[in-house]
């Protein structure tokens, strides 16, 4: 497999994509290149056979062999050894800290259509949040410490995004009621009507994970993603480049008779929305169709953090583009007993003092 890291045409330094300004940077000349001029730059190296542009080659060489599972290489830049799951596709060496990007679990089939850069800089993230911590009470300290603030990540996780176009009809049975007041008089009047409606509308990158591992509150939890204009790209390896990437291992045909069932269900709710003025509604039969169905694949960018207290994972995740954020966090139980001591005790003392001078 493939092993690929972008370098720097001026000084040979690694190439990262840096969020703020959209472009390619090196770390230590300064370079910046935008994706247009990486692109320029790689198809004239590849076409002179010259492998010292921004992106570097390795060949199938690099992989060592497997560790329960894991796959081992080679780093291509100090030799290290590089240990990797089934589903990464971008990582960094250990030693040297080089991105590396494992280009053979992102080809083929198994290439991505679209990829949404990330928006969001590691010090945004960051700053969004301790915003957020500091309105939490009770959390550990541990929890945002120096040391597990540096795990936070900028991890390019796997959807599958579904397209399709539907089309329907319900036939009901509906009730109108009309209440009238005359002085002393209530008369309630009730009405049925024998109603159809039909209609058309498409749906439209709906985004699923697929990713097996993925916890899917988290996954499902920094939704939705902005796909319109510039939003999202196609797919370039370039873009994974400073970040750590996976690729999915979930399919569409795993997930494709649920899919079209909920768009069902949603086609119906939406036709029942259009005799809601009715009140009682009995559907007697609905006929919904689908067809023009398309499945694509995407990266998305998501910052994330995760704690393990005692066997059990906490997590904060921030949307890469959006800055949506979503998290679950652990209690410190000391602080929480403590705090209700200092609020209980007092309040005890008092109530025994007010009985023994009243009673």
């Known amino acids: 497999m493939d092993l690929i890291q972008y370098k720097c045409p001026n000084c040979g330094g690694p190439l990262k994509f840096d969020p703020k300004t959209g472009t390619h940077t090196c770390e230590y000349c300064r370079g910046s290149f935008t994706q247009a001029e990486m692109d320029k730059i790689t198809d004239s190296k590849e076409q002179a056979g010259d492998n010292a542009g921004p992106a570097s080659y390795t060949s199938d060489a690099d992989q060592t062999g497997d560790v329960s599972g894991s796959k ?36 083929g089939e198994d290439k991505p ?6 928006k969001i800089s590691r010090d945004k993230a960051l700053e969004i949040f ?11 300290k541990a929890f945002y410490d120096k040391k597990q603030i540096e795990k936070f990540t900028g991890v390019y996780f796997p ?35 024998h109603v ?6 498409k749906v439209t990158h709906v985004f699923r994970n697929a990713l097996k ?23 370039n390896m370039s873009y994974l480049s400073g970040f750590f990437a996976e690729k999915r ?39 919904i169709t689908v067809d023009g169905e398309k499945w694509e694949y995407a990266l998305m960018p998501v910052w994330t953090l995760t704690y393990n207290d005692g066997g059990r994972i906490y997590y904060f995740s921030i949307n890469g583009q959006t800055g949506k954020t979503i998290g679950e966090l652990p209690v410190d139980k000391g602080r929480l007993i403590r705090t209700f001591l200092l609020i209980f005790i007092p309040v005890f003392i008092a109530l025994l003092a007010l009985f023994y001078f009243v009673f």
């Open 72 to 107: 081992v290489y080679t780093c291509p830049s100090c030799g290290a050894t590089i240990v990797t799951d089934e589903t990464t596709a971008a990582t960094f060496c250990y030693y040297c800290h080089n991105p590396i990007v494992l280009s053979g679990r992102l080809s």
């Open 130 to 140: 301790e915003k957020w911590i500091s309105r939490k009470k009770y959390v550990p």
């Open 249 to 287: 291992d979930i399919e569409s045909g795993d997930m494709q008779d649920e899919m079209r069932q909920e768009v069902k269900d949603y086609a119906v709710s939406q036709l029942k929305s259009a005799v809601a003025e009715y009140g009682d509604i009995n559907v007697n039969e609905d006929n």
């Open 113 to 118: 259509d679209y990829v949404i850069p990330f």
């Open 196 to 201: 159809v409606r039909s209609g058309d509308m």
């Open 213 to 235: 591992k993925a916890n899917k509150v988290l996954a499902d939890g920094v939704l939705p993603f902005d796909y319109n204009d510039d939003g999202m790209q196609p797919f």
């Open 159 to 193: 959807y599958l995004m579904y397209t399709c176009n539907v089309s329907g009809n319900i036939d009901t049975d509906a009730i109108r009621t009309k209440v009238y007041t005359d002085g002393a008089y209530e008369t309630t009047e009730r009405s049925k009507y």
